[in-house]
């Protein structure tokens, strides 16, 4: 393992800023252009994957584990996330016989 | 080095296929594939607890829970209603602008120090461990409180009414 990280040493941060904030972004289009609920839930997924990988970097950048802790708190607020939105979506899907976000529009002004 | 780079290429190229397959299965097989490129990036970096929590909590549990509820309700079907092209071209150019600033701020940032691994050991479980059950045991026991409501809220709401 030590060799696999030594070999890492020299990415630069702007790089690893770069990579987040790229799949941060389709993320976003994620949620923008579809209209499959679950597919939008899996877009939110990928940003918070997204923040977790930057959480990492910068916790190894200063040095400092308590980034590293943070990213678990989040991957655990994430699991719990998940199930109660996958339960929203199934609530959705048996009342109105479909996961389509545009039938949503009750709320609507 | 250019490990990296490969991974990160991999990374985009998995999750840009995640948003732009048709068929909602095909997008959890390709998202695991994206968290998979994550959990190398974590070793990459050392981080050895969070690659296999990563692992084992978002390929193994969560999109498995995403699966399931894709198959069980039988959503696997290319005939997903799309959105008229206008308002995909302005999603992607929203999202463009969103990256276009973000790379800008980098730019002006203009930090382009290297990643380096001072303490070999600050991933592993040993360390983390320590740091979890010192410095953070009261948000530690809390998360689980949050579990459990979370656990009883979920099935409150999948739950039919009798």
Not at chain 2, 40 to 64: E, K, S, W
Not at chain 2, 76 to 104: F, Q
């Amino acid at each position: 393992m030590q060799h696999i990280s030594n070999a890492i040493q020299t990415i630069p941060l702007n790089h690893y800023i770069l990579l987040s904030a790229i799949i941060f972004s389709i993320g976003v289009m994620g949620v923008l252009i579809r209209r499959n609920a679950i597919v939008i839930f899996m877009s939110v997924e990928l940003m918070l994957n997204s923040v977790n990988l930057l959480l990492t970097v910068f916790s190894i950048y200063r040095n400092d584990a308590a980034g590293q802790v943070f990213v678990f708190f989040v991957m655990a607020l994430a699991a719990a996330e998940v199930a109660v939105g996958l339960a929203i979506i199934v609530m959705i899907y048996r009342n109105t016989n479909t996961i389509d976000i545009n039938v949503l529009n009750r709320l609507k002004w | 080095m250019s490990l990296f780079y490969f991974v990160a290429f991999l990374s985009v190229f998995f999750s840009l296929l995640v948003i732009f397959s048709k068929n909602p299965v095909h997008s959890v097989l390709y998202l695991i594939l994206t968290f998979f490129t994550f959990t190398i990036h974590y070793f990459l970096l050392n981080a050895q607890f969070l690659g296999i929590v990563n692992f084992i909590v978002y390929m193994g549990a969560i999109l498995v829970l995403f699966l399931y509820t894709l198959m069980l309700m039988n959503l696997n079907t290319e005939t997903e209603p799309v959105k008229s092209n206008l308002l995909k071209i302005i999603g992607v150019i929203g999202g463009g602008c969103l990256l276009v600033t973000l790379i800008a701020s980098l730019k002006i940032s203009g930090n382009t120090e290297p990643v380096i691994l001072r303490d070999p050991n600050l991933g592993l479980v040993k360390n983390l461990g320590k740091v979890l059950f010192h410095q953070f045991l009261l948000p530690f026991e809390v998360s689980s409180i949050l579990l459990l409501s979370a656990m009883v809220g979920a099935v409150l709401l999948a739950k039919k009414e009798s």
